[in-house]
């Protein structure tokens, strides 16, 4: 699905890619601040917007649960948006404005990119959006919402899910996550990291990584990985088997198993795959090294691994991926 959708071009040297955050009594005022916050962020090498944000709503005021909002456009800026922000409800039983559901699918069916942000997921669901479709919201509302909409494949065990189309994320931090991911798509990895740096976050988190990890009892030999990551991420040419990184980290592979499942919540062999795959990212976005080289850096040893590996990981092929977002 990754490249069956393209939003259109997001350029400083075109009109600014058209965003509309909706806001409606009941929204989640991190969720929508923290997507305005993220977009507006996004600058040209000439200083100029890259994207251009409008907060939109079914009435001139609108009740959150801590403050009244007189966002400044109506939902017509929905009709002419490029992508459509959605953000969570506070109360899941809260009905929901008819006008909203109705320019969030007229939007949809004119191909717009719409996203939601944690509940936000209930929203696309009553428009009827995510029907037939693999979905996430918060862990907490994930039964919630496999209940009252059987038709959607809810994974409650993923930070966000990208449709092409339509991308559902988990809460606050994950819909973060989920912006810097879509600004990534939009502009490639040097931008994403960019504004990552001026959010003062981290660079954007897989998302297929679990929302919560659930801590088993620390045992005495308990000991952050972080030391073991960071030699992997310098060191992905190499055998990075599990009695290789075993041997590195001075554990059992049994242990080691045990602490990425704790810490990471996926195994060791897992979190090398998608390190290596974010690394060819990067080479094919900056690079001009074939893809045989491009397997050979990130330690996949021959393009047929790289490009299996690839495909399952970010949804198209290497060879795709540069001709979407190849820079300079």
Not at 3 to 14: D, M, N, Q, T, Y
Not at 28 to 33: I, P, R, S, T
Not at 48 to 63: K, L, S, W
Not at 223 to 235: I, Y
């Amino acid at each position: 699905m990754f490249a069956g959708f393209r939003p259109p071009p997001v350029s400083s040297r075109e009109v600014p890619h058209k965003l509309a955050v909706v806001a409606f009594d009941g929204v989640v005022l991190a969720d929508l601040a923290g997507a305005c916050e993220m977009f507006e962020r996004v600058r040209g090498d000439d200083g100029r917007e890259r994207y251009q944000v409008r907060v939109c709503a079914p009435a001139d005021e609108i009740q959150t649960r801590h403050a009244a909002l007189r966002p400044p456009w109506r939902l017509a800026s929905v009709g002419r948006a490029d992508t459509v922000i959605v953000p969570g409800v506070d109360d899941l039983d809260r009905p929901l404005p008819g006008p909203l559901l109705s320019a969030i699918r007229r939007a949809a069916a004119r191909g717009a990119r719409v996203a939601s942000i944690c509940t936000g997921a209930f929203v696309l669901a009553a428009a009827g959006l995510l029907d037939g479709r693999r979905a996430t919201t918060h862990w907490a509302a994930a039964a919630a919402l496999a209940h009252r909409y059987p038709a959607i494949d809810v994974d409650p065990n993923v930070l966000f899910v990208d449709g092409g189309d339509v991308l559902t994320s988990a809460g606050a931090a994950a819909g973060l996550d989920l912006c810097l991911h879509m600004i990534r798509r939009d502009l490639g990895a040097r931008v994403a990291a960019a504004v990552a740096r001026t959010a003062v976050m981290p660079l954007e988190r897989a998302g297929g990584q679990a929302q919560f990890i659930v801590h088993e009892p620390p045992s005495n030999d308990s000991a952050t990985l972080a030391p073991v990551l960071a030699w992997l991420e310098r060191n992905l040419r190499r055998d990075l088997s599990v009695p290789a990184i075993a041997r590195r980290a001075a554990m059992s592979p049994r242990t080691l198993s045990r602490r990425f499942r704790e810490q990471l919540g996926i195994t060791p062999a897992q979190w090398v795959i998608t390190a290596r795959v974010r690394r060819a990212q990067h080479l094919l976005e900056s690079t001009a090294l074939s893809i045989e080289r491009v397997a050979t850096e990130v330690g996949f040893g021959s393009a047929t691994v790289l490009r299996e590996h690839f495909a399952k990981v970010v949804g198209t092929s290497p060879v795709a991926y540069r001709q979407a977002f190849r820079t300079g």
